[in-house]
Structure formats: C-alpha cells, structure tokens
C-alpha cells in the first residue's frame, strides 16, 4: 500500500497586526491561506484538494485567543479559541452548555487542542459541529476587513459547502452570543459512525425557554446540521411548538417537520433516507430531554 503524500511546501508567517492580513491578502490573494488551528486545513493540502504558497497564522492578533462573559452584553469568544477551551470555560458551560456540548464532540482531546470555533464556522462544513449551537444561540460572526468591521447572524455567514460571506480582503475574529433567556436548558444530540470524534451523520441542537407571550408558554429553537447544503434551523417546527400546548403528540409533530425539510444527500457515512429518519428520532428525542427539564425548572 502506498504511503499519504504529504503536504507541499509552503512559507509560514506569523501575522502581527490585523494590516498584515489586510496587506497580504490584497497582495497574495489565493496563494495565501489564513491558519488557526489548521486541522481542516493541513488534511485539505495533504489531499491536495487545497493549495496554497503560504499560511498566515492568524491566532496570535490581539482577541483571538480570548473568552469573555458579561453578565449583561453576553459572550465573546475569539476565532482561535480552541475547542478544548470553549468545553471547559465554566461561564460557557454554565451560560451557553450546548457549546461547550457540542465542542466535546469534535475529534479526540489532541485534535481539540489545535481546532478552533473560527475554523470549525469558517470551514463551512453542512457537518459543522459548532453550528448548531451557534445557531440556537442566535450568535454573530464578528469580520473585520480593509473597509472596517462588521457583523452577521451565523445563519447568514454559511452559504454553502466550503463557502462562507466573507468579502476578499476579511477574516473572521470572534463571535458573540448574547445573553440567553435566564431559564434556558439545551442539549446537542450527535450521531456518528462511531460513539465519539466522527463526523456527524446528523446532529441536533435544541434550546427551549419559557415565554408566557406565546400560547404555549414555551419556545424552542432547533438547529441541524449534516442534512442539507448548511447547517440550519427549523422554523416551522419552532412556531408549531409555541403555538400549541406541548404534548408528546406536539413534540412528534415538529419532529416531522424537521425529518420533511431535512435534505441529506448519499454518501459513504449514510442513506438519505436513513439520515430523514434519524433527524426525526434524534429532535425528538432531543425535544423530549429538554421538555423534561423545563418542566422541572
């Protein structure tokens, strides 16, 4: 059997101001690769499915190494932040616990000692195990570029597979999530080829709150990945949940509409009509866990 190839030569640089980026971007434009954890990255250059001339670590910029909680304006968290660090900060876990879930899914210990939250968006991959979370969580991507900063909801940065909104010249340097609603409980159920580190075959966030506006008294936000050309939410199945008196009937019923707008395609890890089925079992299941501890609260 004949060995991997291995990766082709490339310059290595060390970005020290947000400039370096700016400047070298414009200046290299695809020759030039932006490095944070690189876990994706090293795999797609060894395969040769991505090239380029020279890597520009990114994670030693001011920020993009750091956690930070307020009380009242929420999370930040910087685009290098490694997943093994998102899973173990106590205000992640305590505030936003399908992060820090969901980060724990991904690979082995080692390989979340280098994958990073920036790189787990930017990679904009339908089985991002981040996304999810990041979408029931309603989060922000935080992009800075030559013409300034911006920001977007995470449901507008991933537009496809492998590609993302961000404009020539930008990088990405944190996300932001607000402060959730104070009763708020969630989980992310993973299904994968094997019990921990593969990729999701499909994957479940759910994040439910109580919220006497609506007739249920209850909301619940449901984001997927693995099933469809991005990772997504379930809008249909959200409303039916707060406009109806939560049953196990209801929970079944918007467990249906996500299996219907669900939309896998064949490949090596699964059948499309087995993934439909297991989007199905695995919101309800994940509906049903989180109902449960809501009536507790």
Not at 43 to 52: K, N, P, T, V, W
Not at 111 to 120: E, K, P, S, V
Not at 212 to 237: C, D, H, K, M, W
Request: with cysteine; glycine share 10%.
């Amino acid at each position: 059997m004949l060995a991997r190839p291995g990766l082709p030569d490339f310059e290595y640089i060390r970005a020290e101001t947000p400039q370096d980026v700016f400047r070298l971007l414009g200046e290299k434009g695809d020759k030039i690769k932006l490095l944070m954890g690189g876990t994706d990255l090293f795999i797609q250059m060894r395969d040769r499915s991505e090239g380029a001339e020279i890597l520009l670590d990114v994670k030693y910029l001011p920020g993009m190494q750091e956690i930070n909680f307020n009380k009242k304006k929420g999370l930040t968290v910087g685009a290098a932040v490694t997943l093994n660090q998102l899973s173990i900060h106590p205000d992640v876990k305590t505030h936003y616990g399908i992060l820090s879930q969901s980060a724990d899914t991904v690979g082995n210990y080692q390989l979340r000692n280098r994958a990073t939250l920036g790189g787990n968006l930017c990679n904009a991959s339908p089985s991002a195990d981040l996304a999810p979370a990041a979408l029931v969580y309603e989060g922000t991507v935080c992009l800075t570029g030559p013409d300034g900063n911006r920001e977007l909801g995470v449901d507008e940065f991933m537009i496809g597979p492998g590609k993302t909104a961000l404009k020539a010249g930008e990088f990405l340097t944190g996300l932001h999530f607000s402060i959730p609603p104070p009763d708020a409980v969630g989980q992310y159920l993973k299904l994968g080829r094997s019990k921990k580190g593969d990729l999701a075959i499909v994957g479940v966030a759910v994040l439910g709150y109580s919220d006497s506006e609506v007739p249920s008294g209850f909301r619940f936000r449901i984001g997927l990945n693995s099933t469809a050309p991005t990772p997504y939410r379930v809008p249909q199945a959200e409303e039916l949940l707060a406009q109806n008196q939560i049953t196990e009937e209801i929970l079944n019923q918007a467990a249906d509409e996500a299996m219907k707008v669900s939309a896998p395609i064949e490949d090596v890890r699964a059948t499309a009509l087995y993934q439909k089925k297991m989007v199905r079992n695995l919101t309800f299941k994940s509906l049903k866990e989180v109902w449960d501890l809501l009536k507790k609260s």
